[in-house]
């Protein structure tokens, strides 16, 4: 890889010292090439420290059974990202407080390239108004997101009226919510984006369509529908995770995802995110951001910018760079 990506990172930032280095996915490889730098925001970064924080749900001697920090991010971005949300962990729930106000400690420092962060909630909790509450003090905090595919979360749960009325109430308090949800669960997740016109909705991982599946027909019509929803915006991010391991995935799977997503939603619902360190099971930071771009390198400029900052600027109540 050329040694411009890793040279020092610029004061406050994540961009490239000596400007405008750039990288092309030609098959399984990257290439340098020389083109002007996108403003890239990466509105799905995780971080996690053991030693701060209980993550249950890591199993013990995979990939994500590590440390994943600011300076490893910055490495693992290869520079070329000017600025990060910083998206929940599912933390221990006795840990929840304590995450939210050390991202936004993050968010404060201009150092860590962070300017927002979606942090835990459950909507469903009886003293779920006063947590959101409590978030007004953290300025960074812009959203929330509870997971909702794992085992625990049973069918229908999204739509008992006590979670819809905690949804309701992110709208009033000018706070998104974000779904992380499995692709079989498109249609009903959709009922829940219609019951909640007034909350602003995002899709993770273009909504986890799954790469070992044979036929993803049935995800790309889930995806139509759930589209028609305005108030819903999808995140490019995440989905080859669920390759069959690591750089065990297709271009063209990719392409077709995620061109069926910017088609279904349009250039003004569509944002970029990372996954780091999620990301690793699937393939690098660096080869997913190459990815995207290379995909929609023949779009119009105005459009990629939408996807890769300026939608993010505006969701997000960020200041344009």
């Given at each position: 890889?050329n040694?411009?990506?890793f040279s020092?990172?610029a ?6 010292a000596n ?7 030609e098959?399984?490889s990257?290439i ?7 403003d890239i925001?990466?509105t ?10 209980t993550l249950?749900?890591i ?10 920090g600011?300076?490893?991010?910055k490495?693992?971005s290869g520079?070329?990202?000017s ?7 599912d ?24 300017v927002?962060a979606?942090v835990s ?7 779920f108004?006063k ?17 909702l ?39 009903e997740k ?7 016109p ?27 529908e759930?589209?028609r ?9 995440g989905?080859?995770?669920?390759a ?25 619902r569509c944002?970029f995110?990372g ?9 690098t930071?660096l080869k997913?951001?190459e990815?995207?771009?290379?995909v ?5 400029i ?8 300026r ?5 997000y109540?960020?200041t344009?760079?």
């Amino acid at each position: 890889m050329n040694r411009r990506v890793f040279s020092k990172f610029a004061l406050g930032g994540f961009g490239l010292a000596n400007g405008g280095g750039n990288l092309r996915l030609e098959g399984s490889s990257l290439i340098s090439v020389e083109k002007p730098k996108m403003d890239i925001i990466d509105t799905h970064q995780h971080l996690w420290n053991r030693s701060k924080f209980t993550l249950p749900w890591i199993t013990k001697g995979t990939t994500l059974d590590a440390d994943f920090g600011i300076p490893e991010y910055k490495e693992a971005s290869g520079g070329v990202v000017s600025r990060t949300v910083y998206m929940e962990v599912d933390v221990e729930p006795s840990q929840q407080w304590d995450e939210a106000v050390y991202v936004n400690g993050l968010c404060n420092d201009p150092m860590s390239g962070m300017v927002a962060a979606v942090v835990s909630g459950r909507p469903n909790s009886p003293d779920f108004e006063k947590w959101v509450e409590r978030l007004g003090a953290l300025k960074g905090v812009r959203g929330i997101r509870q997971v909702l595919h794992v085992p625990s979360t049973p069918r229908g749960y999204c739509l008992e009226p006590k979670f819809v009325r905690g949804i309701k109430l992110l709208g009033a308090k000018n706070l998104s919510f974000d779904l992380c949800i499995k692709d079989v669960d498109l249609a009903e997740k959709s009922k829940l984006v219609e019951q909640c016109p007034q909350t602003q909705f995002i899709l993770d991982h273009c909504g986890n369509p799954d790469l070992k599946k044979a036929d993803l027909n049935p995800w790309k019509k889930d995806i139509e529908e759930i589209s028609r929803h305005k108030n819903l915006v999808i995140k490019i991010s995440g989905f080859l995770a669920s390759a069959p391991a690591k750089d065990q995935w297709k271009f063209e799977d990719a392409e077709m995802i995620i061109n069926h997503c910017l088609d279904s939603f349009g250039p003004e619902r569509c944002i970029f995110g990372g996954d780091w360190p999620v990301v690793l099971l699937g393939s690098t930071l660096l080869k997913w951001i190459e990815t995207v771009k290379q995909v929609v390198s023949k779009r119009p400029i105005a459009e990629q910018e939408k996807l890769f900052s300026r939608n993010a600027e505006r969701l997000y109540r960020l200041t344009p760079a």
